[in-house]
């Protein structure tokens, strides 16, 4: 792991009026640089190409015929895979560039690359990324544990199945996607593994170590929370949901109508394509924030210094109105593109201004450069 003095000793060569805020092009990359345009910063993307003409045409900054000032994003840097981002990191650090870490950074770079080769200050918490990786002893799952927040009750033989089960597994194909099911017995297990394998969704490798977990029959909410070292404050910003193909498309057939479906389409996948905005009737607030107090206090004691700005609880609802904590992101969510711009409901009306949490990233960047507590908020 990067030791936080190696990143302070090459902050101290920054110029620290002259800050760029960095992302990979991709996931919650829109949101961060019209949130640091919002803040007065520079804005700098790491593209792959083929997936550059979003940031580099449509949202680049440039002037129109007439004088008029569009887009915010100001330099791109377009490399033939994400994960040569490595290889331009003197580049970065020359530009003065803090990071912004989101899940597509650690994905496609790699996450022992991100905490043993990336020189480059992150704005967030290094080490608590891997515990995003459900296979890792200490993953968030073990975290939950510790704080004593509640989450879906795992299964660990798929023979003790006796009620509604999700099996949580990577995507055969798209390593980057979900090959989640559900299951409700140990025969229906079976049965879908086995036509999902032979469907090329799911691979008996990754069957053999997948997360079995008991199904929330419930909504969705994604609280997206900030914590600032400065403050030593958590802030509620939004809340958000998502649009999962094929999964939504399901939901909107009628039952007799599901069960005509041929093979190929009959299991519903889970991959996540969008996202909406939500708000949560106001007397379950005090339960919300009381998990986001608890994570954060756990995250401090095993994971020092702890989270640092924005992260996710990813969470589902049942009938008694319990929470249970599905999933975690230790950095910015990916639902946060809905808030760009608008600014989130509960950040707006804390901040009296649109807040998203790309500009609640560069506003907290903006308040340690002027206080000179940089340190504070990189890794």
């Not at 792959?48 to 100001?74: C, N, V």
């Not at 055969?172 to 017995?185: I, N, Q, V």
């Not at 996540?272 to 608890?294: I, N, P, Q, W, Y």
Request: proline share 5%; charged share 30%.
């Amino acid at each position: 792991m990067i030791e936080r003095e190696q990143i302070l000793e090459i902050l101290e060569n920054y110029n620290k009026e002259n800050i760029i805020i960095g992302a990979i092009g991709s996931h919650s990359a829109l949101d961060i640089a019209d949130g640091a345009k919002e803040e007065g910063f520079k804005t700098l993307i790491v593209s792959q190409r083929g997936r550059h003409r979003t940031y580099a045409h449509y949202f680049k900054e440039k002037r129109t015929k007439d004088g008029l000032t569009k887009g915010f994003i100001d330099e791109i840097i377009i490399l033939d895979k994400f994960a040569q981002i490595v290889d331009i990191q003197e580049e970065l650090r020359k530009k003065n560039v803090i990071f912004i870490p989101n899940r597509s950074f650690v994905v496609y770079t790699g996450i022992d690359k991100v905490e043993n080769d990336f020189l480059v200050p992150l704005f967030g918490s290094r080490n608590l990324l891997r515990s995003e990786e459900r296979s890792e002893e200490k993953s968030y799952y073990w975290l939950l544990e510790k704080a004593g927040l509640p989450y879906p009750e795992p299964i660990g033989d798929p023979e003790d199945i006796n009620e509604l089960v999700i099996v949580k597994l990577p995507h055969a194909k798209k390593r980057l996607e979900r090959g989640f099911f559900t299951a409700a017995s140990y025969k229906e297990f079976k049965e879908k593994a086995e036509k999902l394998m032979k469907l090329g969704v799911i691979t008996e490798e990754d069957l053999a170590k997948a997360r079995i977990e008991r199904y929330i029959i419930g909504p969705v909410f994604n609280f997206d929370f900030f914590y600032s070292p400065i403050d030593e404050e958590i802030e509620l910003l939004g809340i958000d949901w998502r649009f999962e193909t094929s999964l939504d498309g399901h939901v909107r057939l009628p039952a007799p109508q599901q069960l005509t479906l041929p093979e190929h389409q009959f299991e519903p996948e889970y991959t996540v394509c969008g996202h909406a905005s939500s708000t949560l009737r106001e007397s379950l607030l005090e339960k919300v924030f009381d998990m986001a107090e608890k994570y954060v206090e756990a995250t401090q004691k095993y994971y020092p210094p702890g989270i640092i700005g924005p992260f996710t609880l990813q969470t589902a609802l049942d009938k008694d109105l319990n929470f249970y904590i599905y999933d975690v992101a230790p950095r910015t969510g990916g639902g946060t593109n809905i808030h760009m711009a608008m600014g989130h409901p509960y950040g707006n009306a804390l901040w009296r201004k649109p807040m998203s949490t790309g500009r609640r990233i560069a506003l907290e960047i903006k308040r340690a450069t002027e206080l000179d507590e940089l340190e504070k908020v990189v890794t």
